[in-house]
């Protein structure tokens, strides 16, 4: 250590040396080295920094710009020359009262309401049901069950929009056998089938991160709870489920903050049912219509970040309600 | 003593455990949980009931791969009709000069690259926060904590005029660069690293006499395998899959990867010559087989991940 540090500090230019001069010099030269030390340490989370800056802090900060300003066309009917002026919150003020935007917000909220807590009860129900299966058992039913999160989810809402599809899927003939014409392409029906597939898609992955919390809760407890006589189902409603409780509020977060955002799914359907599903049935669906189909980037911004605020105090409410009740 | 069996074996590192577990239960011991009797049939027929739902579609998809145009629409879509799948396959790589071809391809590069890239950043990212004590450290990490609190569409509309402002709208580049710098990656590697290199190991590199960044590239880098394995692997996936980017992003047909290539033949429906419903789904199954190999035989690796990041 003691070579490397004299020729480090042979190196350095003697610009500080009154610094020096004020304390012993050998514990002064080996605190510089360490922060010399630090300094090229941190150097390594440059590129990093430098990155994000550019594709998340830039495009922050412009969002914000963007939905001050709007352009308008001078020459009547769009063809004119555009020129853009500052109009301060009055993108942001549209927003907030835009009765479609809001429309479509209501429909995901309705949706995310529904589907929310019914993918994390199935899932739950999926953990458990695993973590009471023998080892083995569980383990080989563990990758079929994990199958849907591997497939991408494009092809999954394809693969359900033909299953669904009167002429190709085999699910239309399978209602018709029961006695029900299901068309689920249909508005009445259009939120629970993107729901199903959605479900399919989202308890793989709940269930896996409830399943490796419920491998940690102690085996102890359990022995506990037989000894003084409570059943398998008392066991997991009322030991288990508490003890997974954190990973419950972080799977239906995460829940929550990709379905308000719906996009893929309802884009998709709308390739196959344009008539019920509308441009801007989504939030998402909206803002992706103002921003290229209508080329209206400045309110398109105003819209995402209305949007932003919404998942925001919803996330924020989610906590704060967790929380309380842990308490 | 530690150090040298670490420094004997670099690659053999454990993945750092989330959370300590209390105990392990071992293939011997009985499931504390076991479902004993008729409890245990019932659990049987609900695994097999969940399992009949999540592999379903799966199974319809790869029956319809193999089926003409005419008999998707005729027979029985659970079971095997004349296998056609071979015939099928050479369309699929034939329509429109083999442009599924392209988009496979291109759908590689993006997730090669971006990923290798992605992974060095991260790594070096993540090694400097758990390694070093420096002014903006703690900024740093909060800055990605934050991030993860940003919702992807409000950064979609302000990215596409940023994008046409650098220049790289509509090139490969808007593709790679961005996902370069996911912060969640930085923080799997803050976390991994805090695990998996010990600070005498870099004492002992350095009275050796080597710098820093000497430490980091052929120490750090090594320890760390198993952290890179997983970012580059999570990342892959998700890039392979993304879907909104690009088609926002990318104008050119010849530029686009699998996703939206198969979204524009959903889209198109039907074409004169061709019915397109038979190219997209035997082009799902041709994209989706590699990512199902490759999550299945990588479990260890993106497992892990995926429970470190139910952490943050």
Known sequence: MS???????????????????????????????????????ASLSLPFLAGFALFSIVPIVMALRESAYAARSSGGLGFGDKTVEFVGLDNLARAVVDTTFWSGMGRVALYAVVLVPLTQVVSLAMALVLDAARRKVAARFRVALLLPYMVPGIVATMVWIYLYSPTVGPLHSFFEMLGLDANFYSSEMVWVSIGNLALWGAIGFNMLILYGALQSVPHEIFEAARIDGASELRIALSIKVPFVRGSLVLTTLLSIIGTLQIFNEPLLFRAI??????????????????????????????????????????????????????? | MSQTTLTGAPT??????????????T????????????????????????????????WWLLVAATKSDGQLYTTDGLWFADF????????????????????????????????????????????????????????????????????????????????TRLGIYDTIWAMILPGMFGSFSVFLAKVYAEGAVPTELMEAARIDGAGEYRIFFSMGLRLLTTAGATIFLLHFVASWNTFMWPLVFLKGVEKWPVMLGLYSWLQRGTDSSVDLTSLVLTGSLVSTIPMIALMISMQRYWRSGVTIGSLK
Request: net charge positive; glycine share 8%; charged share 15%.
């Open chain 1, 3 to 41: 070579t490397r540090s004299t020729t480090s500090a042979d190196v350095r230019p003697s610009r500080e040396r009154g610094a020096r001069q004020a304390s012993p010099p050998a514990l002064n030269r080996q605190a510089r080295w360490r922060t010399l030390q630090n300094l090229k340490g």
């Open chain 2, 12 to 25: 053999e590192v454990p993945v750092p455990e989330p959370r300590p577990r209390r105990r392990r239960r």
């Open chain 1, 273 to 327: 049912s344009p008539e019920t599903i509308t441009k801007d049935f989504t939030p998402a669906l909206m803002i992706y219509n103002q921003a290229f189909q209508v080329g209206n980037v400045n309110y398109a911004t105003a819209l995402s970040i209305v949007l932003a605020v919404v998942i925001g105090i919803a996330s924020a409410v989610l906590y704060r309600i967790s929380s309380r009740s842990e308490s």
């Open chain 2, 84 to 163: 056609r799948l071979f015939s099928n396959l050479q369309t699929l790589f034939t329509y429109q000069d083999g442009i599924f071809g392209r988009w496979l391809w291109n759908t590689v590069v993006y997730a090669g690259i971006g990923s290798v890239g992605l992974t060095i950043v991260a790594l070096a990212g993540g090694y400097a926060i758990a390694k070093y004590r420096y002014r903006g450290r703690g900024l740093t990490m909060g800055l990605i904590i934050a991030s993860f609190l940003i919702p992807g569409t409000l950064m979609i509309v302000p990215s596409f005029v940023l994008f």
């Open chain 2, 27 to 58: 293939d011997q011991e009985p499931s504390a949980a076991e479902a004993r009797g008729t409890s245990r049939w019932f659990v049987l027929g609900v695994l097999v009931l969940l399992a009949l739902y999540a592999a379903g579609p799966l």
